[in-house]
């Protein structure tokens, strides 16, 4: 059963730049979130995606965008980096919009320099 | 509003004896509650969670965790522990305003359990 991937595993940018994350969730969920680790702090929720359409958004700028496919797969952008957006982006699936178990992958560390 | 509070950054155990790591929350209605681990460089792994029922939760790995509705609390428990249990923990509620499963996670706690 495959879990939740995520790619790539690491990731450094230039402030400036603009970045695209992927996640594939796990089999059988139709739904991804996406959140923000900053180093020494919780995730923060950055948006849901179901059924295609961002569902709910965190406290994120619009630098933060985001796309599911058909297949279910989700990519989050971050346009114009900061130095500030440097963190862990965990991606995690759920079955529904309103699932209650969400599984998360092993995250994307994205260094901004 | 929502908030969930891990009241220590860090919890020092010696292996085999029992171990609480901390968690409070704040939110309107009923809770929904979550604890996960995360090691190193990983995601975050699932432990256990609450929704209803019993007061004590039984979860994944030999943890525990026990829902105090008085004191707002969702203590993560097990009775002995081991080294390999070294990690950071972080406690969640599910925000309750939108039928989306947004969690809103605490700081996370270390646990360092020391041989």
């Known amino acids: 059963d495959a879990g939740v991937t995520q790619s790539p595993t690491h990731l450094i940018k230039t402030r400036g730049q603009q970045v695209t994350l992927r996640c594939s969730p796990k089999?059988?969920?139709?739904?991804v979130s996406w959140y923000q680790q900053a180093l020494g702090q919780g995730p923060q929720f950055i948006f849901q995606?179901?059924?295609?359409?961002?569902?709910q958004r965190g406290n994120f700028p619009d630098r933060f965008s985001g796309h599911q496919f058909p297949n279910y797969s989700s990519e989050l952008n971050v346009n114009a980096l900061l130095l500030g957006d440097s963190a862990l982006y965990l991606c995690?699936?759920?079955?529904?919009?309103?699932?209650?178990?969400?599984?998360f992958g092993p995250g994307t560390r994205l260094t901004v320099t | 509003a929502q908030s969930v509070a891990q009241p220590e950054d860090q919890v020092n155990v010696a292996e085999g004896n029992p171990l609480t790591v901390k968690c409070t929350y704040s939110?309107?209605?009923?809770?929904?509650l979550f604890w996960y681990v995360q090691y190193p460089n990983r995601g975050l792994q699932f432990l256990l969670k609450?929704?209803?029922?019993?007061?004590l939760v039984k979860g994944s790995y030999g943890f525990e965790a026990e829902f105090n509705k008085s004191q707002t609390s969702f203590h993560l428990k097990k009775p002995s522990a081991l080294v390999s249990d070294s990690a950071l923990y972080f406690c969640?509620?599910?925000?309750?305003?939108?039928?989306?499963?947004?969690?809103?996670f605490g700081q996370g706690t270390t646990l360092q359990v020391k041989p």
């Open positions: 995690a699936s759920s079955l529904g919009q309103g699932g209650i178990e969400q599984y």
């Open positions: 089999s059988g969920h139709d739904t």
């Open positions: 995606y179901y059924e295609e359409e961002e569902r």
């Open positions: 939110v309107s209605g009923n809770p929904y």
């Open positions: 609450y929704i209803t029922g019993d007061n």
């Open positions: 969640a509620v599910r925000d309750m305003r939108g039928n989306t499963g947004k969690l809103i």
